[in-house]
């Protein structure tokens, strides 16, 4: 494996210490960079710049050249995968993605295409080959997809959704047409993942963006299991390349998603560090967690927040510093600055070796 | 005190054993119905179904006539106090509750009114007694408001949100205005509670429906504190009043709620009802928690979901069966039915006295 400049990210996964927390942030690469706006102008659309490699790499690239982060993330989109399966995936004005032929029926789930994502979503393949030579050792990158749940609730509401009415009236039909529908997409999901880490992705997170919405037997029935499923596929073929399973508002359920033997836990701001690391144990790294609306506050509330989120972990080498959400659109990237400098002025004190 | 034909609701709220588990349902005057859809459209919209006594009291009743429910809860929007606060309430076709007046800056926090509920919210009181008066001790009548920080957080956003970036660069400017704010909502919110109560609501409740959104430290700094003063309020004046805390995604936090005194914590379907009764303590109710999702499921499917909210909590007289949010628009009313029948059938079971 090839020596990076900056492994602390890779070393707090695999529980080596560190002199410092690493940060990274989610949607790092997005709408709140003028260089990612001018970008995706230039592109045309969302789909364009996610499917168009040297694109995908330039925006990946992008928020490194501002902050010192410690990992890359592949610039792309978790409806890559439905969209690959045939559900005809875009984007309106204001709506946000939406699916032409979302899947709603056992008959539907039955005709569904799983695809080979080496062929079908090679353009993520080549993407993440075009950023490991960019990056040329410098940081780790991360590669990503959305959880079977989650990206099976898109599916079927077809849309964004407030009441999820159309998937949980599949999942209480008396059909097992959901699982079904899961299943498709995990083997899907295993085979993508795969082939990002064989392209070169060096971690990778799953994106569980609304197990939340269920009760804690249907999570563990239609999301933690399937997320299960990925974390034995991915231990068994790539036993060195860390996952992390990120549910939000899984709070509750920590433990039961370290359980997994997943290296890592993603974890929302609703819950402090100091508790979410009972919960899961000293095994497992947890990733998170500062409310990304703190990012709207003034410097010094914006470090005393950060301050409070490495206190509330405590000591200790198993921590990724990261917002417990996706960075929000209208955000200064001035105040995100600030953010990346508390971590690395604040942090070290956190890693000491303890005294003898 | 009338004596109610069917107390049960109350019972439970005062720690008295019932013969089987009383329910009611979020919501459960709406838009599922089609007798609320035909008064809606007569009363031409939203603002004059609430704000004309006679209308609100006739969709207040319209469930009863067909449930077999135990408590009635006042037709009305927990929007009224800030559109009495002079924010100019209007609900715009698939927008939902939009302010013309949003509250963003110190300034105008300060210069916000603090209006007298008995007269510039007088038509919900005329709704509470005409209600009354039409039950005519057949169950409790329940009034409501929003907790003081999701009432703010509609005042701040002025319409729905998903980042809620207006009310969190308040949260973090380094002024104190968003307390000055809460303040100002928490005692119009007294008042008016207390008003409802002379008016003739038996029993209370506060949604805080937004206090999910919060890290823990905010959640107790900026919600729960303010629930505290409304709880302490009403204690001091109308003891005999119990009130309910509904926190949405406040699963982790309800030890916290029951601590405040409330005499029932709501529960949304996140959390098993048997690890929230060990977090609440036997000394506070439980109201909660059935996925409305269920409801969009078969009739098997929604017995079952049902039992097994039942078996959650098990025996023991402290639970109100609820949905663990309001009831969505598209539910076939006769799956209420199936709902409604089945707790008045399986509860029994969890109310029998102990063996000798």
């Given at each position: 494996?090839q020596?990076?400049?900056n492994d602390?990210f890779?070393?707090?996964l695999?529980?080596q210490?560190?002199d410092?927390?690493?940060?990274?942030?989610m949607r790092q690469?997005?709408?709140?960079l003028?260089?990612?706006?001018?970008t995706?102008?230039e592109?045309g659309?969302f789909?364009t710049l996610?499917?168009?490699?040297e694109l995908?790499?330039?925006?990946?690239?992008?928020?490194?050249?501002?902050?010192?982060?410690d990992?890359?993330?592949?610039?792309s989109?978790?409806?890559?995968?439905?969209?690959?399966?045939?559900?005809?995936?875009?984007?309106?004005q204001g709506?946000?993605?939406v699916?032409?032929?979302?899947v709603?029926?056992p008959?539907q789930?039955?005709q569904?295409?799983?695809?080979?994502?080496?062929?079908e979503?090679r353009y993520?393949?080549?993407?993440?080959?075009l950023?490991?030579q960019?990056?040329?050792?410098s940081v780790?990158?991360?590669?990503?997809?959305?959880?079977?749940w989650?990206?099976?609730?898109y599916?079927?509401?077809g849309?964004g959704s407030k009441e999820y009415?159309?998937?949980?009236?599949?999942?209480?039909?008396?059909?097992?047409?959901?699982h079904?529908?899961?299943?498709k997409i995990?083997?899907?999901?295993i085979?993508y993942?795969?082939?990002?880490?064989?392209?070169?992705a060096?971690?990778?997170?799953?994106?569980?963006?609304?197990?939340g919405?269920?009760?804690p037997a249907?999570?563990r029935?239609?999301?933690l299991?399937?997320?299960?499923?990925i974390?034995?596929?991915i231990g068994?073929?790539h036993a060195?390349t860390p996952?992390?399973?990120?549910?939000?508002?899984g709070?509750m359920?920590?433990?039961d998603?370290?359980a997994?033997?997943?290296?890592?836990?993603?974890v929302?701001w609703?819950i402090?560090?100091?508790?979410?690391?009972?919960?899961v144990?000293?095994?497992?790294?947890?990733q998170g967690?500062?409310?990304?609306?703190?990012l709207?506050?003034?410097e010094a509330t914006i470090r005393?927040?950060?301050?409070q989120?490495l206190e509330?972990?405590g000591n200790?080498?198993r921590?990724?510093f990261n917002?417990g959400h996706g960075?929000h659109?209208h955000?200064?990237p001035d105040?995100v600055q600030?953010?990346v400098e508390?971590?690395?002025e604040l942090s070290?004190?956190?890693?000491?070796?303890?005294t003898?």
């Amino acid at each position: 494996m090839q020596q990076m400049k900056n492994d602390r990210f890779l070393r707090v996964l695999n529980n080596q210490p560190v002199d410092r927390t690493p940060l990274w942030i989610m949607r790092q690469a997005g709408r709140y960079l003028p260089e990612y706006l001018k970008t995706r102008a230039e592109a045309g659309d969302f789909m364009t710049l996610c499917s168009t490699p040297e694109l995908a790499c330039e925006v990946t690239l992008q928020p490194l050249r501002r902050y010192q982060l410690d990992a890359a993330i592949v610039f792309s989109d978790i409806l890559t995968v439905p969209d690959a399966m045939g559900l005809g995936l875009h984007f309106e004005q204001g709506e946000g993605p939406v699916f032409a032929r979302p899947v709603r029926t056992p008959e539907q789930v039955e005709q569904l295409a799983t695809p080979d994502p080496e062929t079908e979503l090679r353009y993520v393949m080549d993407a993440i080959r075009l950023i490991r030579q960019e990056l040329d050792g410098s940081v780790p990158l991360i590669g990503f997809a959305g959880s079977p749940w989650t990206v099976a609730t898109y599916m079927v509401e077809g849309r964004g959704s407030k009441e999820y009415s159309h998937i949980k009236r599949l999942m209480h039909d008396g059909t097992p047409a959901l699982h079904q529908l899961l299943d498709k997409i995990t083997a899907t999901t295993i085979a993508y993942l795969r082939a990002q880490i064989d392209a070169g992705a060096q971690a990778l997170m799953v994106f569980d963006t609304w197990g939340g919405i269920l009760s804690p037997a249907n999570y563990r029935q239609y999301s933690l299991a399937y997320m299960q499923s990925i974390i034995d596929a991915i231990g068994s073929s790539h036993a060195d390349t860390p996952v992390t399973l990120f549910t939000k508002n899984g709070g509750m359920w920590l433990g039961d998603i370290a359980a997994t033997g997943c290296a890592c836990v993603g974890v929302d701001w609703t819950i402090d560090l100091a508790e979410a690391r009972t919960r899961v144990g000293e095994q497992t790294a947890l990733q998170g967690n500062l409310d990304p609306g703190v990012l709207y506050g003034t410097e010094a509330t914006i470090r005393h927040e950060v301050k409070q989120v490495l206190e509330s972990y405590g000591n200790g080498q198993r921590h990724i510093f990261n917002l417990g959400h996706g960075i929000h659109q209208h955000i200064d990237p001035d105040n995100v600055q600030i953010m990346v400098e508390a971590v690395h002025e604040l942090s070290p004190a956190f890693h000491q070796p303890a005294t003898i």
